[in-house]
């Protein structure tokens, strides 16, 4: 099939999604991506709003190991865009949602990634499943970004070779998550023993 690919772009004011946008627009696309300055300036790259995004294709352009991970990732990360919103007026909050707040936080921060500077598939999958999984809820939010290059160089060191396994696995079967969990474990330890 000669299907011809097109990507329109579309500004709208002010962060407006409900905005006008042509309707013969959106009727050819498969799906939306809805990309926010704020996001983008906070560091958050590519600056995708997880409410507002909608994708036809999703994890049918994801490898299983990174489907395995992130099959959460967009309702979790849509969820804590909410509940932070909301938190920002309540005083009490349960247990549960400060839970899923900081762990949110924590995701946000692994989804940082620096310019010019791409990840591995691998790299990727240990750092959303870290995440997601509370495997660093024990980590400040400011000392995320310390604490993923620190891990990754212990990684280098002492699993030289897990990040390469999982990208060429291309599947995070379970002995690769115990490795993982094994690993982190591991550095949060000798890291809670300096500290």
């Known amino acids: 099939g000669g299907s011809i690919t097109g990507l329109p772009i579309i500004e709208t004011q002010a962060g407006d999604g409900s905005a006008y946008i042509p309707t013969n627009v959106i009727s050819i696309t498969d799906g939306q991506i809805f990309l926010e300055t704020d996001l983008f300036n906070a560091g958050i ?31 979790e990360l849509a969820q804590f865009r909410e509940l932070a919103a909301f938190a920002q007026f309540a005083s009490d ?13 924590r995701l946000v921060e692994v989804l940082k990634q620096p310019q010019y500077s791409p990840f591995s598939v691998g790299r990727q999958v240990i750092e959303i499943f870290m995440a997601i999984g ?16 620190e891990l990754f160089a212990f990684l280098k060191t002492n699993y030289a ?14 002995e690769l998550k115990a490795t993982v969990t094994k690993a982190v474990a591991e550095f949060n330890t000798s890291l809670f023993k300096a500290s």
């Not at 790259?45 to 967009?74: E, F, Y």
Request: charged share 25%.
């Open 45 to 75: 790259r590519p600056a995708i709003n997880a409410g507002l995004s909608v994708s036809r294709v999703g994890g049918a352009a994801q490898t299983k190991a990174m489907k395995s991970v992130a099959g959460k990732l967009r309702l």
């Open 93 to 105: 909050l349960d247990k549960a949602t400060q839970n899923q707040i900081s762990r949110g936080q």
């Open 134 to 149: 509370g495997l660093i809820d024990s980590i400040g939010v400011k000392d995320v970004q310390r604490y993923r290059t």
């Open 161 to 174: 070779t897990l990040e390469n396994d999982i990208t060429a696995a291309g599947v995070f079967t379970d």
